[in-house]
């Protein structure tokens, strides 16, 4: 577990709203959910980092990530190896700042995972049907 990082965390907002961010003071986390037609989860793994200088903004830092098998149009990247029935690698593209999360009522929405503990996203900050913003904050 990485060192906290005292007043930087994740913010979570509506795309519709954007200036009423709900913040989490968290500083690693994994981002889960389940491909709508193929029903495989996939998960990612998340960091804050600290700004390099006085005045910069925190930023996400994509971890680990792993899909629960493959299927059509799910290909794991080259890199991923094979291990306890996941595809695991690690991104070489780091996140957009925001993620912008599609978040439909069609289908199960993204899990927020801590410390091993998964909660669907719904209980921190409910969809609105559309996208939801989630980027690194103070």
């Not at 999360?101 to 209980?123: F, H, K, N, V």
Request: overall charge negative; aromatic content about 10%; glycine content about 8%.
């Amino acid at each position: 577990m990485a060192s906290t990082l005292v007043g930087f965390g994740v913010c979570l907002a509506l795309a519709s709203a954007p200036d009423a961010p709900q913040f989490l003071p968290i500083q690693e986390f994994t981002l889960a959910w389940t491909h709508s037609i193929e029903k495989t989860r996939w998960e990612e793994d998340y960091t804050v980092v600290a700004p390099i200088s006085p005045g910069r903004s925190p930023t996400l830092k994509a971890g680990r990530a792993r899909i629960h098998g493959s299927a059509a149009g799910m290909e794991p990247p080259p890199n991923a190896v094979w291990h306890k029935g996941w595809y695991e690698y690690q991104p070489t593209v780091q996140p957009l700042d925001p993620l912008r999360l599609t978040r439909s009522g069609y289908t199960a929405d993204y899990e927020w995972c801590t410390q091993g503990t998964c909660r669907s996203m719904t209980e921190i900050l409910p969809s609105d049907g559309g996208v939801t913003l989630l980027y690194a904050c103070r």
